[in-house]
T-cell receptor, first 113, second 113 residues
Framework: DAKTTQPNSMESNEEEPVHLPCNHSTISGTDYIHWYRQLPSQGPEYVIHGLTSNVNNRMASLAIAEDRKSSTLILHRATLRDAAVYYCILRDSTTSGTYKYIFGTGTRLKVLA | KAGVTQTPRYLIKTRGQQVTLSCSPISGHRSVSWYQQTPGQGLQFLFEYFSETQRNKGNFPGRFSGRQFSNSRSEMNVSTLELGDSALYLC????????????FGQGTRLTVV
């Protein structure tokens, strides 16, 4: 079963910030929090990941709660190209670098022009 | 650098036939994992290969199998196709180091008629 819980859908206006929440109350100390997004007719695309501290990259920011039981993906200025399904996934870092991702249903983000 | 390449992009097969899908990972990546995506079940993990060895396997019947070659290219095979095997099959490659991400191909769309 998926170890994360996300809202099924969210809407945002173009050029406004978007905060996509994710709950992972059963996270272990060795789990990384990964975010991917899937645009229509494409494979999932890596967005960002983190362990304990907040992370920033050119695509987004990841805010991780102090107890690590939740995190928020932040798109600073949503564009129409950001319309996608966003997945929050836990990845166990102890298993020799294996990539057995367990995907949940994700959040479908709709961006309004 | 070149991304993950999956071939063919589209495939139509009839029930009872078998099919082989191919995945060429990003150069230097030794881990290849496979996923099945359907509207009803979402993204589900099939299996993962590293250095020609299967490291993880999802909950799929034995009709689903795979292998990895010495150049890290991977193939998955589905025998005795069923209508329910119609799906988008995605391959992901990675360096297999804990603090890194996976890169997905665009997938092979399999339709079983």
């Amino acid at each position: 079963d998926a170890k994360t819980t996300q809202p099924n859908s969210m809407e945002s206006n173009e050029e406004e910030p978007v905060h996509l929440p994710c709950n992972h109350s059963t996270i272990s100390g060795t789990d990384y929090i990964h975010w991917y997004r899937q645009l229509p007719s494409q494979g999932p695309e890596y967005v960002i990941h983190g362990l304990t501290s907040n992370v920033n990259n050119r695509m987004a920011s990841l805010a991780i709660a102090e107890d690590r039981k939740s995190s928020t993906l932040i798109l600073h200025r949503a564009t129409l190209r950001d319309a996608a399904v966003y997945y929050c996934i836990l990845r166990d870092s102890t298993t020799s670098g294996t990539y057995k991702y367990i995907f949940g249903t994700g959040t479908r983000l709709k961006v309004l022009a | 650098k070149a991304g993950v390449t999956q071939t063919p992009r589209y495939l139509i097969k009839t029930r009872g036939q078998q099919v082989t899908l191919s995945c060429s990972p990003i150069s230097g990546h030794r881990s290849v994992s496979w996923y099945q995506q359907t509207p009803g079940q979402g993204l589900q993990f099939l299996f993962e290969y590293f250095s020609e060895t299967q490291r993880n396997k999802g909950n799929f019947p034995g009709r689903f199998s795979g292998r990895q070659f010495s150049n890290s290219r991977s193939e998955m095979n589905v025998s005795t196709l069923e209508l329910g095997d119609s799906a988008l099959y995605l391959c992901a490659s990675s360096f297999s180091v804990a603090n890194t991400e996976a890169f997905f191909g665009q997938g092979t769309r399999l339709t079983v008629v």
